[in-house]
């Protein structure tokens, strides 16, 4: 006897059976036909069973009805539709098939199907016992039913089945997952059955609202604690942020000789991975090598997450190389892992080799990926992420995607797109809300942002400290004081919302900007935290552009002694000493910097073409194309210089050698990036490049001049917002 992918070879057996029918189980419990479907892997195998059992009359028997409908129902290689196609087909269905049925539709996508059905089960006066409650319930919790799910209850009651213990469980399970926590600690309570199982149940009900005393007080009450148990309190603590408390937890079950499973590990690496307890994780990794469980892939994927999430990339990649079957998990992880400790390049390679070992990637790798084309400015690579998303995920209820496509790109520098994505989506959350919102107060389209803000909260969206961080900073890249007052004062009077950091960032630099140093300063007073480095470092920006000496040498102590070990604070205030002739004081710096071993962190920028990300650092030379960029970036010196460009060296800090100027002015990275542009894409092509720092004055003002010169629309990213140069302007109208 043997089956293929492509054929049924059944041995001869002398039973046919006649329509009408029904012979005895033992009479056909060994008939070949049936032997054959816990071979079949596919469908179409199994149609070739079921022609076999028509050939030989076994499709006039419930029994083996029962089985084909078994396979196709339950199997992981099985067809539900086929299996509702065979139930229609079947005069008068038993019990045995009902409850085969309602399992199916139960474990499906579309659970509600299965209480159809129990309903056609009642009318057609067949009794449900206690196999066809436990799916019922089931479906109940699924679809968020509590309503439905008192209904059946009421008829478990009717039945006397209330005592089962698989009822009972579902019972509990379907008033916790709906929220109903009273209604299962009812249930809990007016039953004698007190088993673990029951217990746990319970306990996940209120875990899954964050009362972990509550489920802490049901485990002490366990007579006799399985590793379930365990695992549902360990999960709960790190469902809830409570890491440490999750990793005592297991330090605690190991105490009590209960051997922990794959889900405990699992759960216990996530937890090291999200509260950065590399040391524990390592000894979590020792206890798997010791009890032979090392090739397990789902470990191995836990193990991977663990170590890049805590930093340590090389071993993350060591255990992902030692893979010898890599699933779609090892790579969302390792992909995760890059992304998470901004590692951006690599993770776009790991996802390029995903693709080569076609490993067909799912929404979550896309999460992890366009995270790292919206740092890297990967337009291309973006594009073509969303049109396989449109291809294979347009029915997905992941909004997260959607959400994402419009942070890449609009951090791509395409916001145009990102509102089209925006507009597209049937259903939008809070955060493709925010994500816009912030989108288009990085671009500097302070009154669209506004607008879409009003529209937010029109269309019943409640705003949360994040959308109000994107409003705010729409206020501080436009200037508009009046309305950045406006909006902080309504997140807090109308929204109940306390400021945080990014908050009070925003409106110090809003005050600071416009010269308000004394409201500034009180608002930083008023804080209800110390501020942090980023506060004092937008205050000290500002006391550049104004000139602020001493208010700047003030601001710089705090950055000092917050950032000791930052140069970036050194670096401002050397600039603020420069702009006022005092040489001396930025001779001490420099000599400060020197004695700290601290250097300028480069400015580094990247441009993708034909989908490769390219990157330069200061006077690079390292480019395979150095000669002809260096040439093209002559000619865009000379022409610069016949447009009466003249080069302001105002924040080029006297007799400081080209480590300390970040290089002669025409040689910044940003320059270099431009000059590839011209040379690698064709006339008219829109350029758009990524800084890691703030765009000086100098480039600023050139690259103004070049996009009208080559007439080019260039699109810049700095640290801070984007720059849109078109015919000689800037979007920024030379605010940022």
């Known amino acids: ?50 022609s076999h059992f028509i050939k030989t009359g076994l499709h006039h028997t419930q029994f083996a009805l029962s089985k084909l409908i078994e396979f196709c129902a339950i199997s992981p290689f099985g067809d539900l539709p086929y299996a509702l196609l065979l139930f229609e087909s079947i005069d008068e269905p038993n019990q045995f098939i009902w409850n085969t049925m309602i399992r199916g539709l139960s474990l499906s996508s579309s659970p509600g199907l299965a209480l159809e059905l129990y309903v056609k089960m009642i009318g057609s006066g067949i009794v449900p016992n206690s196999y066809t409650f436990p799916f019922v319930l089931k479906s109940c919790a699924k679809i968020g039913s509590a309503q439905k799910g008192r209904q059946i209850h009421g008829q478990v009651l009717k039945l006397g089945l209330e005592s089962d213990a698989f009822v009972h469980t579902s019972l509990i399970n379907m008033y916790a997952q709906n929220g109903e926590l009273g209604n299962a600690q009812l249930v809990f309570d007016k039953s004698y059955l007190r088993d673990a199982v029951s217990y746990t149940a319970l306990i ?5 609202i964050g009362c972990m005393e509550n489920a802490r007080e049901l485990f002490d009450e366990i007579p006799i604690r399985d590793v379930v148990s365990w695992n549902a309190m360990i999960a709960g603590y790190v469902q809830t942020g409570q890491h440490e408390e999750a990793l005592a937890f297991f330090k605690e079950m190991i105490g009590a000789n209960v051997v922990p499973n794959e889900s405990t590990l699992v759960t216990v690496l996530s937890a090291c991975a999200q509260s950065g307890s590399l040391d524990f994780g390592k000894w979590v990794r020792s206890w798997i090598d010791e009890h032979g469980l090392g090739f397990n ?27 010898e079957q890599k699933d779609v998990i090892s790579w969302n992880v390792m992909i995760g892992g890059c992304t998470h400790m901004s590692c951006y390049k ?56 959607w959400t994402s496509l419009i942070d890449m790109y609009a951090k791509c520098g395409s916001i145009e797109t990102a509102q089209q994505v925006f507009n597209g989506m049937k259903q939008k959350s809070s955060a493709s809300w925010n994500a816009m919102i912030s989108g288009l ?23 949360d400290n994040i959308t109000f961080v994107g409003v705010l900073s729409a206020c501080s890249h436009a200037g508009l004081l009046d309305l950045g007052r406006t909006y902080f004062t309504s997140m807090v009077q109308d929204y109940a919302i306390s400021p ?25 007073q008023n804080m209800e935290m110390k501020p942090d480095g980023a506060i004092w470092g937008s205050l000290l920006g500002a006391c550049r552009v104004h000139k602020q000496v001493e208010l700047g040498e003030s601001v710089a102590k705090h950055l000092f002694e917050l950032e000791p070990e930052n140069p970036g604070a050194y670096v401002l205030l050397s600039n603020i000493y420069a702009g006022a002739g005092r040489w001396d004081d930025v001779a001490r710096i420099r000599t400060l910097l020197n004695n700290k071993g601290m250097k300028k962190v480069p400015g580094c920028s990247s441009i993708e073409v034909d989908s490769v990300v390219h990157e330069f650092l200061v006077s690079d030379k390292l480019h395979p194309r150095c000669k002809e960029i260096y040439e093209m970036l002559n000619e865009v010196d ?36 431009i000059a590839f542009g011209l040379i ?3 006339p008219g092509t829109t350029i758009r490049i990524v800084k890691n720092l703030r765009v000086c004055g100098n480039c600023h003002s050139a690259t103004k001049l070049i996009s009208k010169i080559f007439n080019r629309e260039i699109i810049a990213r700095d640290r801070n917002r984007f720059h849109h140069f078109k015919d000689g302007f800037c979007s920024c109208n030379d605010y940022w």
């Not at 892939?297 to 893979?323: P, Q, R, T």
């Not at 979550?364 to 396989?388: D, R």
């Not at 669209?448 to 909260?457: G, I, P, Q, V, Y």
């Not at 900007?513 to 608002?523: S, V």
Request: net charge negative; proline share 4%; with cysteine.
């Open 500 to 524: 945080d950091l990014q908050h009070y960032g925003c409106m110090v630099n809003l005050l600071g900007r416009a010269g308000l140093f004394d409201e500034a300063e009180a608002l930083i």
């Open 441 to 463: 107060a990085m671009h500097g389209l302070a009154e669209k942002a506004l607008e879409l803000f009003s529209r937010m909260t029109s269309e019943g969206f409640k705003p």
């Open 638 to 673: 000379a022409l610069l210089e016949k447009a009466g460009f003249v080069p302001d060296t105002s924040e080029v800090l006297q007799d400081m050698d080209e480590e300390w100027k970040e290089g002669a002015l025409s040689h910044h990275s940003e320059k270099l990036a």
């Open 680 to 682: 690698s894409t064709k």
């Open 297 to 323: 892939v789902h470990l191995v994927n836990a193990l991977i997450d663990m170590y890049s999430k805590c930093g340590d990339l090389d071993i993350a990649f060591d255990l992902f190389e030692s893979l």
């Open 204 to 208: 996940t009900g209120y875990v899954s």
């Open 1 to 50: 006897m043997a089956l293929t992918s492509t054929s049924v070879a059944v041995s001869p057996f002398p039973l046919h059976l006649l329509p009408s029918s029904d012979p005895p189980y033992e009479l056909i419990k060994n008939h070949p036909s049936l032997s054959l479907l816990s071979k079949c892997k596919t469908i179409q195998t199994l149609k070739q069973v079921h």
């Open 346 to 401: 690599e993770g776009l390679e790991l996802f390029r080799r995903m693709l080569q070992s076609n490993i067909e990637p799912s929404d979550v790798t896309f999460l992890s990926i366009l995270p790292a084309c919206a740092n890297l400015g990967a337009l291309h690579l973006g594009k073509w992420i969303h049109a396989y998303i449109d291809k294979n995920f347009q029915n997905s209820n992941n909004l997260s995607l």
